[in-house]
């Protein structure tokens, strides 16, 4: 700091000889000339292009406005602008003031260029002056009096009388003011920057009370009069106030609000996210956003909260009680330490900059600047409040809902039941007296628990609150809670286990499915505190676990089976954990899902053998789904079974089959595993178990396209592997036709389609959105590989796989498809995938329509983690996009050009 104050103090010595002689006899003089020499370069360039003007740095030279009075054009309204900028850096930078004071200054500046642009623009027409009344709205950190050093102006021009001439007065404002010292924006005015520059109060009365969004109501939280005809402002103001405070009553408020919040914790990534004061965590955009949301909540009813400034803002929560005064004191200080950071850096060049610089020199010289002796120390400081911003959501917001429930004294809190509900409603919970008695229910006494419940659920509400149904993830918490309440590990492991606690709260506001799971097994969520331990289990692991479980219940079948279906259902729970987690993709997930079907049916198997003595050797046969090894969340098992033997064996074989089916779906605590056999041959007129040779005579005298087609999913899967690598062999011919499929089976199979795209829809379906049966859907997609091996699988035996990707990949590099083709089919299989699981797992039931708007669309959005700030409207149109491609591939793949 000092060799720069040096080198530019050089500079103006070449220019002005009265200045040495000047700075020995005025010490104060001499301390803010080097001051502002040390601080900024710009201001430095400016006094030297301006010999003499360090005289206005005196601590006794006049800061009144009369030279903005007499400025008549750009450069000496310019003039008057950096004299006056000067002097309040000199102040601030000698600790003559304060930020808040300094902020406000600077706005009184803005105000002042503002007014003198105005008049100069009015001038140039004189005959004009009596047609047209023109007020300027200073809006954001200019109305709020909160200015930086460097920073876009926000304004609204509101006008009376003949519009086109205000018009023409705004823009010839808003361009001098932009030459001399920094941009005007009107982008806040309605419609945006496609809006009308100018309008009068009427017209934005009509706006705001019927087009108007929450971050219009929220900006105007800062709006003020700040030039022109300071009456017609007020007149605006007066009118455009009161709509502030109704906003949080009207529909969908809630929605946006909460959009609003993910879209600033959305632009808290990237590289340089840490360095950024402004938009990084903790940073100054945290505790605004945050102040304003608790002003729109609770400014409705108590008019002391309607201030423009954050400090002010900070100021009339804490004595309200809505902010515990030590949290009040503590985001106050982290605020002015980061406005002060921000008009360090941006004094320097005088360029907009909200990022701590990255070399060595530029972070020594900041911390010099800021009166620290070395780099270390600001940084520290910097990290200290930042930690502490980065809780302001929890201090704002979830800790005195809770001492407003549990009336647990806190010094300077006195918020009501009444502003806890209101500001339950403004994070989005439906039923806030539901939410309220949910709280009062976990935190209620003077136990361990309820002090450890206390500790835990400010974090908790904030990850309910981010979520598409806060309502549902709380109740769920609390069901587990109960459940486990009084297990002496539960609450300690919430507490102390690291990303437990955060990681629960979402999967139980986010899924049904795995809340459901985990309420049958809530020891489960010891899964959550490593990500490998949510790493699938392997095929040869699960065998052996679920044979070992079966084997300590020999004598009893129902005991063992329930063993077997209790480590499923651990399974399905992790592979959710992990799917919610973002740690599985849609093609692992069907993998995990179908090796425990796998092991399940081999295990059940041979439990229902041993049960009935045992019988023929048998082997099941996985199709569909299962057999791809693609399973979905919501899968049934789709097989066939085989035994090797005579047909005098059958009774026996049939026995076994109809025991293990219904030990799978048997009621009790595990969920159930349907076993499905309706693509046997002859459907389901036919037996539900043949022999090896039965299948074979089968297939060759009366197979179908349809079962041909059904066959080439089949995959051994349970049972006796001999006997199912024989079955494969024998259906060989059946699925990969020597000569592909004749003519009359091509018309058979397209026939079928088409009775399958017409007839199967679910009655009240929507067709475009169905992901399984709409246009470019999962059967689209499937029909088209089928046929693509069923007509090439013979000759090139690549393609004999059960998988779809492996087939479609398969056909790509044999040149049946073109990489536009496999590209489009690719895409839209995936998605349909992910968006069937996100079904299943958002809903807790089976469902195949993605729905187009609403909670639920929501909630699967968020279960695929997508990000936060997406319009789901945009999602619904990418699956449309992707389907459609899917469809016209697979119209000219099935149905030929």
């Not at 496999?822 to 699981?837: D, G, M, P, V």
Request: charged share 30%.
């Amino acid at each position: 700091m000092s060799r720069l104050a040096d080198r530019q103090l050089a500079r103006l010595r070449e220019t002005d000889d009265e200045i040495d002689a000047a700075l020995s006899e005025d010490s104060g003089l001499r301390e803010r000339v080097r001051a502002v020499l040390g601080a900024s370069d710009a201001l430095g360039d400016h006094l030297v292009a301006n010999p003499g003007l360090w005289r206005a740095l005196a601590p006794g030279a006049s800061t009144d406005m009369d030279e903005f009075d007499a400025a008549t054009d750009r450069d000496s309204l310019r003039s008057a602008y950096r004299r006056r900028l000067l002097q309040i850096s000199a102040d601030d930078l000698t600790g003559d003031g304060d930020i808040r004071t300094v902020a406000a200054r600077l706005s009184d500046l803005a105000d002042a260029t503002l007014e003198a642009a105005m008049r100069i623009a009015r001038e140039q027409n004189p005959a004009e002056h009596d047609t047209a009344r023109l007020a300027i709205i200073a809006m954001g950190k200019c109305g709020a009096r909160e200015l930086n050093y460097v920073s876009d102006v926000d304004v609204l021009f509101v006008a009376e009388g003949d519009l086109t001439v205000a018009t023409s007065w705004a823009v010839a404002t808003m361009t001098l003011c932009g030459e001399v010292a920094w941009p005007v924006d009107a982008g806040l005015r309605p419609e945006g920057r496609s809006g009308a520059l100018v309008r009068t109060v009427d017209s934005y009365v009509a706006y705001y009370e019927k087009w108007a969004k929450t971050w219009e109501f929220q900006a105007l939280l800062k709006a003020r009069p700040a030039a022109g005809d300071i009456e017609l402002g007020d007149e605006w103001l007066e009118v455009a106030s009161p709509l502030i405070w109704q906003t949080v009553e009207s529909s969908g408020v809630v929605d946006e609000i909460r959009v609003m919040r993910r879209r600033v914790v959305s632009a808290l990534s990237g590289p340089d996210t840490e360095n950024e004061i402004k938009l990084g965590p903790g940073g100054l955009r945290d505790i605004e956003f945050a102040v304003q949301l608790m002003q729109l909540v609770h400014g409705r009813s108590d008019s002391k909260l309607r201030v423009t400034s954050t400090m002010d803002a900070l100021d009339a929560l804490t004595d309200g009680g809505y902010l515990a005064r030590t949290d009040g004191e503590s985001l106050r200080d982290s605020y002015q330490f980061l406005r002060t950071v921000e008009h360090r850096l941006q004094l320097q060049k005088l360029r907009r900059t909200h990022r701590m610089p990255d070399d060595a020199p530029s972070r020594h010289w900041l911390a010099r600047v800021m009166g620290y002796t070395g780099s270390d120390e600001l940084r520290a400081d910097w990290r200290r409040h930042a930690s502490a911003t980065r809780r302001l959501h929890e201090k704002l917001f979830y800790r005195p809902l809770l001492e407003a429930v549990a009336e647990v004294p806190a010094a300077g809190l006195r918020l009501t039941p009444d502003a806890a509900r209101a500001r339950l409603v403004a994070l989005g919970f439906e039923d806030p007296a539901g939410a309220l008695r949910h709280i009062s229910a976990l935190i209620a006494g003077v136990s361990r628990t309820a002090a450890i419940q206390r500790t835990l659920l400010p974090v908790l509400l904030g990850e309910f609150a981010s979520a598409p149904e806060p309502d549902r993830g709380l109740l769920a918490y609390r069901k587990v809670s109960e459940k486990l309440g009084r297990t002496p590990w539960y609450l300690r492991l919430l507490r102390d286990g690291g990303p437990i606690a955060i990681r629960l709260a979402r999967i139980l506001a986010t899924s049904r499915y795995a809340t459901d799971l985990l309420m049958r097994d809530p020891a489960a969520l010891r899964l959550l505190a490593n990500d490998e331990d949510l790493r699938p289990q392997t095929p040869r692991v699960l065998l052996d676990g679920m044979a070992a479980a079966a084997d300590r219940h020999r004598s009893d079948p129902d005991a063992a089976i329930s063993a077997v279906r209790a480590i499923r259902r651990r399974e399905l729970l992790r592979i959710a954990f992990a799917d919610l987690r973002g740690l599985l993709d849609v093609g692992q997930v069907g993998t995990a899902l179908s090796d425990v079907t796998d092991a399940v049916l081999h295990t059940g198997l041979t439990i229902a053998r041993r049960d009935l003595g045992d019988g023929p050797s048998m082997a099941i046969i996985g199709l569909g789904r299962l057999g791809g090894r693609e399973n979905s969340y919501a899968s049934d098992a789709d097989v066939l079974f085989v035994y090797d033997g005579e047909s005098s064996e059958a009774g026996m074989a049939t026995a076994i089959v109809d025991r293990l089916r219904a030990l799978l779906v048997a009621r009790g605590a595990e969920p159930p595993l349907k076993v499905d056999v309706d693509l046997r041959p002859e459907g389901r007129q036919g037996p539900i178990v043949r022999s090896l040779s039965a299948y074979r005579r089968y297939y060759e005298r009366w197979s179908s396209g349809w079962e041909a087609q059904a066959l080439l999913r089949a995959r051994h899967c349970a049972g006796d592997a001999s006997l199912g690598a024989r079955f494969l062999e024998a259906i060989a011919p059946v699925r990969y036709p020597e000569e592909g499929l004749s003519g009359e089976q091509l018309v058979e199979l397209r026939r079928i389609k088409a009775r399958v795209d017409t007839e199967r829809l679910p009655r009240g379906a929507d067709r475009l959105t169905h992901v399984k049966l709409g246009p470019g859907g999962l059967t689209d997609v499937e029909w088209s590989v089928q046929l693509t091996q069923l007509q090439n699988a013979a000759r090139l035996t690549s393609l004999r796989t059960t998988s779809t990707m492996a087939a479609l990949e398969h056909a790509r590099t044999n040149e049946l498809l073109t990489t536009t083709d496999h590209e489009y089919l690719t895409e839209s299989w995936l998605l349909a995938s992910a968006i069937r699981n996100a079904l299943t797992l958002a809903r807790g039931a089976a469902s195949d329509q993605l729905p187009r708007y609403g909670s639920e669309l929501a909630a699967i959005l968020a279960v695929l983690r997508r990000p936060d700030d997406e319009d789901p409207g945009s999602f619904v149109d990418e699956y449309l996009r992707v389907a459609r491609h899917a469809h016209g591939v697979a119209e000219r793949v099935f149905y030929g050009d």
